[in-house]
């Protein structure tokens, strides 16, 4: 993890300091580097200015986004289709591992089903919520009132649900919204 423009009142790049209130450790100025491109890009600062480095980054995202299907689509037949598969796949591992009522993974956190469960909802089922949460961002302008609601619920679902599952806070997760099977439809 590099920081584009430093942290202290020297360093590489300090020139390019926003003038406003800046974070350094803002995502927008954090930038991954291997460390041998680290050390490269540091002792350069004339040869990767400020702007060069966050092209690379937009870059990089953009592309990361358009491999994931995150980019905004001309229609919301098309948008449907690029969240139904996620939304199956997710509904499908719900539907075979989720406790009935959360009582079985309280009650039984040893079960293979709670272990299975529980790994599942960490490296598939949340990321598949934030991949979809990114490809309806990019397509809010697809959506209508009613969805733009339904999906500010299944954003806080899906807040629950990390703090559940990724930091051990139970008891905030709002259900999922059946709205969301018709996202787009």
Not at 110 to 134: D, F, K
């Amino acid at each position: 993890m590099a920081h584009v423009i430093p942290h202290g009142e020297a360093g590489p790049r300090h020139a390019d300091r926003p003038a406003d209130d800046f974070e350094p450790d803002a995502f927008e100025n954090l930038i991954l580097l291997c460390p041998t491109c680290h050390t490269k890009i540091d002792k350069d600062p004339e040869g990767f200015p400020r702007n060069v480095l966050l092209d690379w980054k937009e870059t990089h995202l953009a592309n990361l986004a358009a491999k994931q299907g995150i980019r905004a689509y001309d229609n919301r037949a098309e948008a449907k289709a690029a969240i139904a598969a996620i939304m199956a796949e997710s509904r499908a591992i719900w539907e075979r591992f989720a406790p009935e009522d959360g009582a079985e993974f309280e009650y039984d956190p040893e079960s293979g089903v709670a272990h299975a469960w529980s790994q599942r909802m960490r490296t598939v089922i949340l990321p598949n919520h934030y991949r979809t949460q990114a490809i309806i961002e990019a397509n809010l302008g697809l959506a209508s009132d009613e969805e733009r609601k339904t999906f500010a619920v299944y954003q806080e679902h899906v807040r629950g649900l990390a703090e559940r599952h990724l930091c051990g806070v139970a008891g905030r997760a709002v259900r999922f919204p059946e709205e969301m099977e018709a996202m787009f439809s």
